[in-house]
């Protein structure tokens, strides 16, 4: 027997006798995933999910309307979203087989998870981090092994160690909500090590100094994945990739939807990635704020967590975070209140425009300082 039988499954899931019909038991479990906060309407000063604050490359609506013209929308997409995978194989020296496209890079994490973690089997993953991981390998009725950071956001040899079960390891570089990164050479011996492959998830990657693209080359269980969300302004427009081994990509491709990257999209991030000069001026720029937003909570008391990504992690060492993040929520300022069970809490904000970060600065002083007087 290689399935599970009709009396198995109707073990795990009670007769249906009206009502609401039942969903597996993995789900009816699962804790759902919350991004953070996205109000429509009313003005607010956006700093809790890492968006970009700038428009995106001019090329980019440009490319939407001529992808919008005619009869064009009338076909079905290109199911490989050739374009974009010459473009992106071009600018980081690798064959366009070499890439697959998805619907955010959350719809690459997905394709990945689904094809390399089965039911009762485990996925690896850092902590804190990215907590949507955990949501994926739930819905796949796999298990998660959370292995927390050591103080200095290092990992420990139990993230390299075999375990049973284990099929998939995922990392985010630049990581999420401390924005650090682990030193190339210890991913790539890490991915070495391990018996599964290794995700590297490099949403954040266009702000920081190194990226891992090259590990791909150099060991046959590097996946890279990113995202145009973050980096090129394009978080509405949903779509990553991820990159690895021609042998990976193609058995991926048989779990993705035939036509996850929609026609508008798919022109979209082929017009982004080629504007490369809008990506390094966009880069430096908000490198510089984070700089000045550094500085400026290390002035007001915080701990901050130097960053290579577009967000600060930062901790105070007497006010409340949850309530920092209240009272800022009360003037239309939203920022990242983040707690973790036996971890700890503090505070992420996005690197906004310098206006939007001085508008925050000011309020923040003074609720501190409200704070700190009662
Ligand atoms: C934002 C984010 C993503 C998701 O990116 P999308 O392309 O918008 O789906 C993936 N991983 C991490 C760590 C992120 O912060």
Not at 57 to 83: F, H, N
Not at 203 to 226: G, H, M, P, S, W
Not at 267 to 276: F, G, P
């Amino acid at each position: 027997m290689d399935s599970a039988t009709p009396s198995d499954s109707a073990s795990a899931v009670p007769a249906f006798r009206g009502g609401t019909p039942p969903v597996r038991p993995d789900i009816a479990a699962l804790a759902p995933y919350v991004p953070g906060e996205q109000p429509q309407g009313g003005r607010w000063i956006k700093l809790n999910t890492n968006e970009n604050p700038y428009a995106p490359s001019p090329a980019v609506s440009e490319a939407i309307q001529q992808a919008a013209s005619g009869r064009s929308l009338a076909r079905y997409p290109d199911p490989l979203a050739t374009s974009f995978r010459t473009k992106a194989a071009e600018l980081l020296g690798v064959e366009p087989d070499w890439i697959l496209c998805g619907n955010g890079s959350d719809d690459v994490l997905t394709i990945l998870v689904r094809s390399f973690v089965g039911q009762g089997e485990s996925l690896r993953m850092p902590y804190p981090s990215y907590i949507l991981y955990r949501t994926l390998a739930g819905i796949q009725g796999a298990r998660c092994h959370e292995v927390t950071f050591a103080a200095d956001w290092s990992l420990g040899t139990s993230f390299t160690a075999a375990r049973d079960g284990l099929r998939l390891v995922v990392v985010p570089n630049p990581n999420s909500p401390s924005g650090t990164v682990l030193p190339k050479a210890w991913l790539l011996e890490a991915a070495k090590e391990l018996p599964c492959p290794l995700v590297i998830d490099e949403a954040y990657a266009d702000f920081a100094e190194t990226n891992c693209i090259d590990l791909v080359r150099q060991c046959e269980k590097v996946i890279v994945t990113r995202s145009l969300s973050k980096s090129y302004a394009l978080a509405g427009l949903r779509f990553g990739f991820a990159v690895a081994r021609p042998e990976i990509i193609a058995q991926l491709t048989k779990v993705k939807d035939s036509y996850n990257c929609d026609a508008l999209s798919v022109a979209a991030a082929t017009a982004a990635i080629a504007d490369t000069s809008w990506l390094a001026t966009n880069r430096s720029q908000i490198i510089a704020t984070r700089r000045r937003l550094e500085a400026a909570l290390a002035s007001l008391g915080f701990r901050v967590q130097p960053s290579h990504a577009n967000f600060v992690w930062c901790t105070h060492p007497e006010a409340s975070h949850r309530g920092i993040y209240e009272a800022l929520k009360e003037r239309g300022i939203l920022i990242r209140w983040m707690n973790f069970p036996h971890w700890g809490d503090g505070l992420r904000i996005t690197v906004g425009t310098d206006e939007e970060i001085d508008a925050f600065l000011a309020p923040l002083t003074e609720i501190l300082g409200r704070l700190s007087a009662s």
